[in-house]
């Protein structure tokens, strides 16, 4: 079974000084907080949700993904 630290996780800051942590490979596994740290123990709990109702489906969850981080100059 698949974990979050199977995982490429991104957080990053958000409007109204959060932050939205989240899993490209996993659509909707995504969260807030108010600090980087906060939004990352709320994706872990999101996460789990997620990966009950994949059990629960009888599928599985997907392969992580490779982010590329372009240059903006």
Not at 16 to 33: E, K, L, M, Q, R
Not at 39 to 47: D, I, K, N, Q, S
Not at 53 to 72: M, T
Request: hydrophobic residues 35%; negative net charge.
């Amino acid at each position: 079974m698949k974990s979050l630290q199977h995982y490429t996780t991104v957080i990053r800051p958000d409007d109204n000084s959060t932050f939205v942590a989240y899993v490209p490979a996993i659509p909707g596994c995504h969260a807030w907080g108010q600090t980087p740290d906060e939004a990352r123990t709320e994706l872990v709990y999101v996460f789990e949700m997620i990966q009950q109702e994949y059990e629960e489906q009888g599928r599985s969850l997907p392969e992580d993904v490779e982010l590329v981080i372009a240059n903006a100059s």
